[in-house]
């Protein structure tokens, strides 16, 4: 069983458009995250959510919008796309404390053209 | 304010080679700190952690102490094989949990 999954893992897509990327995880975890890997491996968090609710939302323009309908879930949105947005996005889910493990997924490769 | 620095690479070494990557931290208060690996084409999975000074992280022949005095979580293993090629993460997560900082990475091949 996959712990932590990402739909989909590949998206190729013209600049302008809107896309969005799924996450689900099956740990029972109560905390999930978005991070931002750029081509040269850096990570950057961009948002975490506890039980549905945010509690960190880094500076990330506001044309990704993070939903989470369940704490299973937590999905991204990406409006307009630009050539910057280019990355792979990872989606991990931890519980919420110091000293937690985060378990990540997959990642999704974005490519904007 | 919360870092990691960690050291650049990329690393190259022969199989069988002791391997350091060395991190260091800014904090405050008592982090956690962690080592994360990513294999090539996968996400990040958990190699060792510590949650409090002096405590030293272990798994598959790495091993890492967390030392207050120096700031340091430095990584390391006394005999590298090809299959540990991969991207290392320094990390550091504050008491509360709620901030995440991670370092820039350090890629490490290892030939036969």
């Known amino acids: 069983d996959t712990a932590v999954s990402q739909t989909p893992k590949y998206l190729v897509t013209q600049m302008g458009n809107d896309k969005s990327i799924k996450c689900e995880q099956n740990l029972g975890h109560d905390t999930m995250y978005w991070y931002k890997q750029d081509s040269k491996k850096f990570l950057k968090i961009m948002f975490s959510?506890?039980?549905?609710?945010?509690?960190i939302n880094e500076t990330v323009p506001n044309r990704f919008s993070p939903k989470s309908p369940d704490k299973a879930h937590l999905n991204l949105h990406i409006n307009s796309l630009e050539l910057g947005d280019s990355a792979v996005y990872f989606c991990?889910?931890?519980?919420?404390?110091?000293?937690?493990?985060?378990?990540f997924g997959p990642g999704t490769r974005l490519l904007v053209l | 304010g919360n870092s990691v620095t960690q050291m650049e690479g990329p690393v190259t070494l022969s199989e069988e080679a002791f391997l350091t990557i060395n991190c260091t931290y800014t904090?405050?208060?008592?982090?956690?700190l962690f080592w994360y690996v990513q294999y090539p084409g996968e996400g990040l999975q958990l190699l060792l952690k510590?949650?409090?000074?002096?405590d030293k992280g272990s798994n598959k022949g790495f091993e890492a102490t967390y030392r207050k005095e120096t700031t340091s979580f430095h990584l390391e293993k006394g005999s590298v094989q090809v299959s540990d090629s991969a991207v290392y993460f320094c990390a550091l997560q504050s008491r509360t949990g709620n901030q995440f900082y991670f370092g820039t990475g350090t890629s490490l091949t290892v030939i036969p």
């Open positions: 959510y506890n039980n549905k609710e945010l509690i």
């Open positions: 904090a405050t208060g008592y982090p956690s």
């Open positions: 991990a889910s931890s519980q919420l404390g110091g000293g937690e493990t985060q378990y």
């Open positions: 510590a949650t409090k000074a002096d």
